[in-house]
């Protein structure tokens, strides 16, 4: 390529971010990130509420990894210990094994972990939930959190997405809420972001805590499609690799109408 060709690339993938940035939010996340607390910036508080220990580290790890190198405080709630994860492991087996990968996992991100005490595949929605996801909140006193995107294949995860969504509306303090995707296709479904983190930088970062989860086959996270989900998300970006959010906003979630 001559460096004409080199100059119209670069000035389409600058027209995609400007585009973006102008329409679809853009700036809120890397406005974040762009300037850290030791940029002047007030340190923020960044919670990340996942159905199971390797959920956060594969939706967002990218994302959790670069608020932490800015200098703000990272926490991950694991909504269950992963108690149903390994084959011919009992609950209380499976549960230390994965409590102890997730604690690995978030050293390498520089977050704290928790541990909101569900069980792996029997998840309940229901007011005292809420009460509790509420009380993880306030405790925290988060700036942001990110959680699955609701409209997912797995139950689970529906359930850490809608205690997150219920918890918010009855706070006082309605801090961004954002939810990130997982093996898109297969598990999130009718995703289209209003955000978008550019992780070039933290990619390896985020592989590294995924491949703590070594009880999960590491290499079959990536395999349903999360290296191809960070590329392509990048390609939207204009950047070597991203990772998408959608930000629910008063009453919606990515332009849909919900109810309180």
């Keep these: 390529m001559n460096n004409n060709g080199k100059q119209q690339t670069k000035s389409r993938r600058q027209f995609v971010r400007n585009v973006l940035a102008g329409s679809m939010g853009l700036a809120t996340l890397p406005s974040l990130l762009a300037a850290g607390p030791l940029n002047g910036m007030k340190k923020k508080k960044v919670v990340c509420l996942g159905g199971h220990p390797d959920d956060p580290e594969s939706g967002c790890g990218g994302t959790l990894a670069k608020f932490a190198a800015a200098g703000h405080d990272v926490t991950v709630i694991y909504l269950t210990t992963g108690e ?10 499976a549960a230390a094994i994965r409590k102890q990968e997730a604690e690995n996992a978030c050293r390498v ?3 704290k972990p928790l541990f909101a005490g569900q069980i792996d595949g029997d998840t309940v929605l229901n007011n005292e939930w809420v009460a509790k996801m509420r009380t993880f909140f306030e405790d925290e006193k988060p700036d942001l959190v990110f959680t ?7 139950k689970d995860h529906q359930v850490a997405g809608l205690l997150a969504i219920q918890a918010w509306m009855h706070m006082e303090h309605r801090f961004p809420l954002y939810f990130f995707e997982v093996c898109i296709g297969m598990q999130t479904m009718g995703f289209h972001p209003t955000d978008y983190v550019d992780i070039s930088d933290t990619r390896e970062k985020k592989r590294e805590a995924i491949y703590c989860h070594t009880s999960q086959d590491p290499p079959g996270i990536y395999g349903c499609g999360h290296a191809s989900m960070e590329e392509f998300r990048g390609r939207e970006l204009g950047v070597q690799a991203a990772e998408a959010f959608i930000r629910m ?7 849909i109408s919900i109810d309180a």
């Design 84 to 93: 149903a994860g390994i084959a011919g492991k009992s609950h209380t087996e």
């Design 109 to 111: 991100l520089q977050a």
């Design 148 to 154: 699955h995107w609701p409209l997912d294949s797995h």
């Design 249 to 255: 906003n008063g009453k919606t979630m990515g332009g």
